[in-house]
């Protein structure tokens, strides 16, 4: 059983488009997370939330909008995609509300490709 | 701003060498954790080592970690084939509630 998955694995689509990435975790987490990285491998965090709530909302353009439906789904909508929008977002969970004790635990990544 | 800085950037060596990659930061943490990402996967939790310890083991693995020098390094001993990927550190800072910022990595490449 995958403990996070994300689907689609792999999205190209182009400049302009609207596009959502789905997030699932089976881990009965409190916590959840978008991280982007980039071509370099560097990975930074884009998003987290706690029991349904925003929590950590780095400085992300406003095309990027989270929804947790419920504490085990949190997706990702981007509106307007740009060619700098290409990257591969992860989503992680972790256990409980103090986030940075916690392990986390990251889904496979979603391959955005923006033409 | 970046905070876990990997060094070396790239690391190749043999079956059975032992590989060694170090991790500095820039401000005060609560723990400093290790990663591996195999390519095209995401990343799996390998040792959480919090501010008052100093070392951790974990099967092959040795995790050191010197707050004074704001540094940590990471050693797998005895490395496999299996053990090719990328490593990353990630810091959780005392004044940054809930965040994890990783450095960019340490690719390993181990040859049989």
């Known amino acids: 059983d995958t403990a996070v998955s994300q689907t689609p694995k792999y999205l190209v689509t182009q400049m302009g488009n609207d596009k959502s990435i789905k997030c699932e975790q089976n881990?009965?987490?409190?916590?959840m997370y978008w991280y982007k990285q980039d071509s370099k491998k560097f990975l930074k965090i884009m998003f987290s939330?706690?029991?349904?709530?925003?929590?950590i909302n780095e400085t992300v353009p406003n095309r990027f909008s989270p929804k947790s439906p419920d504490k085990a789904h949190l997706n990702l909508h981007i509106n307007s995609l740009e060619l700098g929008d290409s990257a591969v977002y992860f989503c992680?969970?972790?256990?409980?509300?103090?986030?940075?004790?916690?392990?986390?635990?990251f889904g496979p990544g979603t391959r955005l490709l923006v033409l | 701003s970046q905070q876990g800085e990997e060094d070396p950037q790239a690391l190749s060596i043999q079956e059975g060498e032992n590989a060694t990659m170090n991790c500095s930061y820039k401000?005060?943490?609560?723990?400093l954790q290790w990663y591996r990402q195999n390519s095209g996967r995401g990343l799996v939790h390998l040792i959480l080592?919090?501010?008052?310890?100093r070392e951790k083991h974990s099967g092959r693995l040795r995790v050191t970690l010197d707050t004074s020098k704001k540094s940590s390094s990471l050693l797998i001993t005895a490395s496999r084939a299996a053990d090719t990927a990328s490593y990353f550190c990630?810091?959780?800072?005392?004044?940054?509630?809930?965040?994890?910022?990783f450095g960019a990595g340490t690719q390993v490449v181990v040859t049989p």
């Open positions: 992680a969970s972790s256990q409980g509300a103090a986030v940075s004790q916690e392990t986390q635990y």
């Open positions: 881990l009965g987490h409190d916590t």
């Open positions: 990630a810091t959780a800072a005392t004044d940054s509630w809930g965040k994890l910022q």
């Open positions: 939330y706690n029991n349904k709530e925003l929590i």
């Open positions: 080592i919090r501010s008052n310890e």
């Open positions: 401000t005060s943490i609560n723990n």
